[in-house]
């Protein structure tokens, strides 16, 4: 099928463009305002462990990983309790984009398994070529590193690059769907879902979550690396799982209606697609290139008190 078919969502007149620099510079401080107030420890020790140990039913930081069903599970487990980690939470700006690839002929199951295929199938490329690299490559990974430079652990190094170029990624897609530089996706939505997918599937190659890293270490202990693609590829769905449950909500709920809605009018859709891209771009990269380094005496970042 052609990724330029009839999912084509109509170039944005100039006339119908957003207020632009409104939104691109609201969408920079929500960025950088997130990136200041975030929790590291609420996110991922209040609510990732919690979700993760509940569903487990056991300590899942603690409790050796037994067999490849067992970890299998975890894999998934863990991605769910890590969907709204800062490793994560830029995924939420699938959402708009998904929104584009609409067909009004189709029914309703279509209308929303077409986007979220699209979006799996990149994510899941991704993954399973990481996890099926991961097990061969081993300890040779920065990720799986204890090492330290420069008093930065090589693994959030690791992180710091991945996620740095990742959020620069989703700020020029922000930019390009807000026309305000040139839009190769224009006429290509299911492009730019799929290599949204992909972007997520990368989140992985950053991801210092210890519930991941602990997965991780298990995928390189078993030796096989098809483990390792299954065990990467369910984390991914773990991760996705929320805001695909969301997004189908709200199409099957509304009947369709999100969708229309979304849709009836190109500047709606160009607005909220770019700013989420944005707003979650600019977080991403404070979060991990500004905010992480202060944290250990490199450079300075605010701090709230509950940050400290």
Same mark, same amino acid.
């Given at each position: 099928?052609?990724?330029?078919?009839?999912?084509?969502?109509?170039?944005?007149?100039?006339?119908?463009?957003?207020?632009?620099?409104?939104?691109?510079?609201?969408?920079?401080?929500?960025?950088?305002?997130?990136?200041?107030?975030?929790?590291?420890?609420?996110?991922?020790?209040?609510?990732?462990?919690?979700?993760?140990?509940?569903?487990?039913?056991?300590?899942?930081?603690?409790?050796?990983?037994?067999?490849?069903?067992?970890?299998?599970?975890?894999?998934?487990?863990?991605?769910?309790?890590?969907?709204?980690?800062?490793?994560?939470?830029?995924?939420?700006?699938?959402?708009?984009?998904?929104?584009?690839?609409?067909? /009004? $002929?189709?029914?309703?199951?279509?209308?929303?398994? &077409? #986007? +979220?295929?699209?979006?799996? %199938?990149?994510?899941?490329? @991704?993954?399973?070529?990481?996890?099926?690299?991961?097990?061969?490559?081993?300890?040779?990974?920065?990720?799986?590193?204890?090492?330290?430079?420069?008093?930065?652990?090589?693994?959030?190094?690791?992180?710091?690059?991945?996620?740095?170029?990742?959020?620069?990624?989703?700020?020029?897609?922000?930019?390009?769907? /807000? $026309?305000?530089?040139?839009?190769?996706?224009?006429? &290509? #939505? +299911?492009?730019?879902?799929? %290599?949204?997918?992909?972007? @997520?599937?990368?989140?992985?190659?950053?991801?210092?979550?210890?519930?991941?890293?602990?997965?991780?270490?298990?995928?390189?202990?078993?030796?096989?690396?098809?483990?390792?693609?299954?065990?990467?590829?369910?984390?991914?769905?773990?991760?996705?799982?929320?805001?695909?449950?969301?997004?189908?909500?709200?199409?099957?709920?509304?009947?369709?209606?999100?969708?229309?809605?979304?849709t009836s009018r190109p500047s709606r859709?160009?607005?909220?697609?770019?700013?989420?891209?944005i707003a979650l771009g600019v977080f991403?990269?404070?979060?991990?290139?500004?905010?992480?380094?202060?944290?250990?005496?490199?450079?300075?970042?605010?701090?709230?008190?509950?940050?400290?």
């Amino acid at each position: 099928m052609s990724m330029t078919s009839d999912a084509v969502t109509p170039p944005v007149a100039p006339a119908d463009r957003p207020r632009r620099w409104p939104l691109l510079i609201g969408s920079v401080v929500a960025g950088l305002l997130l990136a200041v107030l975030w929790s590291y420890e609420l996110v991922d020790h209040v609510i990732g462990d919690t979700v993760a140990n509940t569903l487990l039913d056991r300590d899942a930081k603690a409790t050796a990983i037994g067999g490849t069903a067992a970890g299998l599970l975890f894999a998934f487990v863990s991605g769910l309790a890590g969907t709204f980690t800062a490793c994560n939470i830029a995924m939420v700006a699938s959402v708009g984009p998904m929104s584009q690839v609409e067909d /009004g $002929r189709r029914a309703r199951w279509g209308r929303l398994l &077409r #986007p +979220v295929g699209w979006l799996t %199938l990149g994510m899941v490329a @991704v993954s399973a070529a990481y996890g099926f690299i991961g097990v061969l490559l081993g300890d040779r990974l920065p990720q799986l590193s204890t090492g330290v430079v420069a008093g930065l652990p090589v693994r959030l190094i690791q992180s710091m690059v991945v996620f740095g170029v990742i959020g620069l990624a989703f700020i020029l897609l922000g930019l390009a769907a /807000g $026309r305000y530089i040139p839009d190769p996706f224009a006429r &290509r #939505p +299911v492009a730019r879902v799929v %290599l949204l997918g992909a972007l @997520v599937g990368g989140f992985l190659i950053g991801r210092p979550y210890p519930l991941f890293n602990k997965l991780f270490h298990w995928t390189v202990e078993t030796g096989n690396p098809w483990y390792g693609a299954g065990a990467f590829v369910l984390q991914s769905l773990g991760n996705v799982a929320i805001v695909t449950v969301l997004f189908a909500s709200l199409v099957i709920v509304t009947r369709g209606g999100f969708l229309r809605w979304l849709t009836s009018r190109p500047s709606r859709t160009a607005a909220i697609s770019s700013a989420l891209l944005i707003a979650l771009g600019v977080f991403t990269v404070v979060y991990w290139d500004v905010r992480l380094p202060a944290m250990f005496d490199h450079g300075w970042f605010p701090r709230m008190p509950y940050n400290r």
